[in-house]
Structures are given as structure tokens and as C-alpha cells.
């Protein structure tokens, strides 16, 4: 029986926003944004969704009068990652068997 | 990158992979601190060696150099916090590393320019005096109390950050200059104080100086790249 795959982190964007965040202690939007090619509405929105699960943190601020935005993963959110690879493992080697 | 698409498994992974391969080539690490502090310490400690062997004074205490460089120092902090868009692990280990260095670098300078007169006074209240006598003349001359071959120890903490630092990022020219830093120090255990400021100043050039201009070399190219 297969674990299913959880909802908020198989989005395409989202789950490049934490796969990105799940190697790096923060970083800020820009970097997500550039690194994801996604606009700046999108990416928003798909951070807030993962900020209401619970699975990263914002955090703004203001540098040099220009607002920053800081995201970091949260424990809660490594667990649903390492939880989701490993039932991504499992869908790979029973199409592999 | 589209939300609205469904993934197949296949997908995500690769979606995962690419990130964290996105991440590991995000390389930001410019190597000026180790440029700044291999280049005064070695110029310092090169100069020492000059003056005390070559028997001259260029008539001030070249160390100073070493708190001047704290001005830039603070420079490079501040710019490197304002462009960075991520911090990743290692940095953060790499950032405790060096200020514990630092705090630890200021904890020896300050026990070597103390510990002498107190260690005399503490002396002195329990009625003794350090005396060296010339074996020569037999004249016994009354000495202030102070720690042998104090190069050898900056030589042993020098080593420690930056074998850390090579161990931590798996960077080969840092583990080599780490690993120099300890020969030079039991060599120094052997040399007086006018060799121990040269093996100083090979150790700091080849530890961090080269170290920081390899990093500066890969900076410059990621830099050139981006554009």
C-alpha cells in the first residue's frame, strides 16, 4: 500500500521552493525567484501556502529602505519533505519491479 | 515554473534534484577576508623576520597593520551581508569557526601582553624574582617573567580555523595550508623567535593568502558567467 503523496509539497513550484530551501539554513525571495523562474504573484502565493502548512517561515524586513523577504524551512517542513522522497522512493521501485 | 501542471513521480524527482543542484553551484564565497588577513599577517610577520635578522627598525611596531586591517575587515562583513541572497549551512559553521578564532586570537594577545608583569608582581608578593644569569660574566640580571616561543602558539591556533574551514568545504588548498600551519609549529618548537616569525609568515601566505586568491579566481569566473 502506498503512503500518498502529500498535496502541498506535489506542486511543481512549491516543491522547488522547498527543495531549494531544504539544502540552505535561508534565503531570501529574489533567489527563489531566480533560481525557479517563477513570477513574483506565483511564488508568493505558493509561499504563503507553504507558511499556512506550517512548513517555512517569512520573515520581512527592510534592507537599505528596500523590503526583504526571508524564507527558511521549518522542522516541520524538513519532516514533510523527507517524508514525501520517501514515498516517492517507493512509487519509483515498485515501477521499476 | 508553472504550478497548475501535474507532477508524474519521475518529475518531482528531477524538480529535486535540479534545486539542489541549483544550490550547490550558487557559489558566493569571494575570499577576500583570507586575501586581507594573509596578506597583513604575512606581510607583518615577513617584516618581523627582516627587521630581527637584518638587525633594523623601520621604527614602529609593524603589528599595527593587524588592527587597521580590522577596518576593511568590518567592510567585507557588511557587503558580503548585503549581497548575499542565501545563507547555507556551512556558512554558518564557517562563520562560528572564524569568530570563535577571533575571540580565542584575542584571548592569546591579551595573555601574552599581560600575563608577564602580573606573573612578576604575583612573584614578588611571595618575596621572589626571576633572575637569568649569563654563564660567561656569571652577572645575574632580573628578568620579567614571559612565555617561550609565543609564535609557536599563534602558529598552533592558526591552524585550527583553517583546517576546519578545508575539512568542512572539502577544500584541498586550505587542509595543505592547515596542515603546513602544524609543521611550522613544531619546526618553531626547534627555531628562536627571528625564524619563527619567517615560518609565520610562509605558513599565513600559504594557508590563507593563496587559499583566498584561488576563491577570488572562482568568484571573479562565477561572476563572469552570470552576466
Not at chain 2, 4 to 26: F, N, R
Request: hydrophobic residues 50%; aromatic residues 12%.
Amino acid at each position: 500500500m502506498f503512503k500518498d503523496l502529500d498535496p502541498i509539497l506535489h506542486s511543481q513550484l512549491r516543491l522547488a521552493v522547498i527543495s531549494l530551501l531544504i539544502s540552505v539554513k535561508e534565503a531570501d525571495f529574489s533567489f527563489i525567484k531566480e533560481k525557479t523562474n517563477a513570477t513574483a504573484g506565483n511564488l508568493s502565493v505558493q509561499i504563503q501556502k507553504l507558511k499556512e502548512a506550517g512548513y517555512v517561515e517569512v520573515e520581512k524586513k527592510f534592507s537599505n529602505n528596500y523590503p526583504l523577504t526571508t524564507c527558511k524551512i521549518t522542522p516541520k517542513g524538513i519532516e514533510a519533505f523527507e517524508t514525501y522522497v520517501k514515498a516517492l522512493q517507493e512509487y519509483l521501485n515498485a515501477g521499476k519491479s | 515554473m508553472q504550478n497548475e501542471h501535474q507532477l508524474t513521480e519521475a518529475e518531482s524527482l528531477q524538480i529535486i534534484t535540479e534545486m539542489i543542484g541549483k544550490v550547490k553551484s550558487h557559489f558566493h564565497e569571494s575570499g577576500s577576508g583570507a586575501i586581507l588577513w594573509g596578506s597583513v599577517i604575512g606581510f607583518c610577520s615577513l617584516m618581523s623576520f627582516l627587521q630581527l635578522y637584518f638587525h633594523f627598525s623601520i621604527g614602529f611596531d609593524i603589528w599595527i597593520l593587524s588592527l587597521v586591517a580590522i577596518i576593511p575587515q568590518l567592510f567585507i562583513v557588511w557587503n558580503n551581508r548585503r549581497k548575499r541572497t542565501i545563507e547555507t549551512y556551512s556558512e554558518a559553521a564557517m562563520n562560528a569557526v572564524w569568530s570563535t578564532f577571533a575571540i580565542v586570537l584575542f584571548g592569546l594577545i591579551l595573555y601574552l601582553n599581560l600575563i608577564g608583569n602580573i606573573s612578576k608582581q604575583l612573584m614578588l608578593n611571595e618575596q621572589q624574582l626571576l633572575l637569568m644569569k649569563n654563564t660567561q660574566t656569571g652577572e645575574l640580571k632580573e628578568i620579567v617573567p614571559f612565555v617561550l616561543s609565543s609564535n609557536s602558539l599563534f602558529l598552533l591556533i592558526y591552524a585550527f580555523p583553517t583546517l576546519a574551514t578545508g575539512f568542512i568545504r572539502k577544500f584541498k588548498p586550505m587542509i595543505l595550508g592547515g596542515i603546513l600551519c602544524m609543521l611550522c609549529f613544531v619546526a618553531s618548537l626547534f627555531l628562536n623567535t627571528t625564524f619563527d616569525f619567517l615560518l609565520q609568515s610562509i605558513a599565513v601566505i600559504v594557508s590563507w593568502l593563496i587559499p583566498g586568491l584561488i576563491l577570488r579566481n572562482r568568484y571573479v569566473k562565477q561572476q563572469m558567467g552570470n552576466v
